[in-house]
């Protein structure tokens, strides 16, 4: 299709722009909500296209929204490009650069587009649910359809993607001296390793799939004092938010008895909570289609298959939405949060599969724009899935 050509010409002749951007963004690890950097070199880009880009959006000062095209149905391509505490060890740099080249390529043809797109900048994926901000605060509420894709050691059109509950308790005991009245303590410490025991005990019980996951954040404050203070964060995963959330309750069970047994009060706090992802086998499809013609085959990854969590889950409880995984390091090499991969979201392999997975990506919005059949699938599967 001639379309299909101008817009994969488009990204092929924005390589030598997007390259160098993501691997500014890659020297340039910002932790959650502090993507200030990333935020204004994409921005910047996004300008020098001719668009016009608004940030701070959703209350979220790390944010950006672009819209171009005409009037019609409106497709978003998401932009991640926050990192960890230990750099890009989860590749958002080729998220963002991923996105950005494909608004490029359908920014290239913006005349003749048969809708609209959006190219949404979304913050702190990592544990700060910047998507569930924006949905919360209307950013997508005139979107129809919405992706992203993602680097891993896999290639997958499309994954179950566990719900997620991160819970922090805190523990306050009482203060005495460890050796000259230890019984006039309350120690919260022990409260803690009395949780992280009833939830080890608990993990048996637990349906397939299912993840829990803890640190202790603060074990006290010098070795000669009772500890009074003590907190510790889990992460509660599951197939399904409902179960999350059982896990959840069961986790928070434990800690109430380990308060009880030592006389600790413990206070509960949910730190974020993500949904599973409802991949859109609609969306799917034309998006593995597009991935063949460019040579790639892609397929969704077989039930069990180890995974994450993301807010991107959350955003396909509310609109149609695929989240694609892009292989930019072989199989048990290393993946996503790993040192290693660090440095594979930098390489000629990563620059390379993000222009292929921009060029996918942009086909595919192209194809549910110009299909109105395709889109009222998409939607008709969305409306069945959520009943
Ligand atoms: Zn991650
Ligand atoms: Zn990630």
Known sequence: MEAHLEICHAIDS???????????????????????????????????LGLEVQTGIGGLETSFRCAFGNPGPTIAILAEYDALPNGHSCGHNLIAGAALAAASGLASMRQKLPGQVVLMGTPAEEGGGGKIALLDNGAFKEVDAAMMAHPADCEYSAMAVLAMQHLRMTFHGRAAHGAAAPWNGVNALAAVLQ?????????????????????ITNGGQAVNIIPELAQCEFSARAITAKYADQIAERIRRCADAAAM??????????????????SNRVMTQIYERNSEKLDTITREAPPGTPTGSTDMGDVSHALPAIHPMFQISNPGEGTCHEEVFVRYSDSERGYTAMSRVAKAMALTAYDLLANSEALAAAKAE??????
């Open 14 to 48: 924005f390589q030598e722009k997007v390259v160098p951007l993501s691997h500014d963004i890659h020297e340039h690890p910002e932790l959650k909500f502090r993507e200030h950097f990333a935020c204004r070199v994409l921005t910047q880009a996004i300008r020098e």
């Open 195 to 215: 949780t992280f025991q009833s939830v080890d005990a608990a993990r048996v019980h637990l349906r397939d799939l299912s993840r829990v996951h803890g640190i």
């Open 261 to 278: 047994s030592t006389g600790a009060r413990v206070e509960h706090e949910t730190v974020c909570a993500y949904k599973n992802m409802i």
């Open 382 to 387: 969305f409306a069945s899935a959520r009943k």
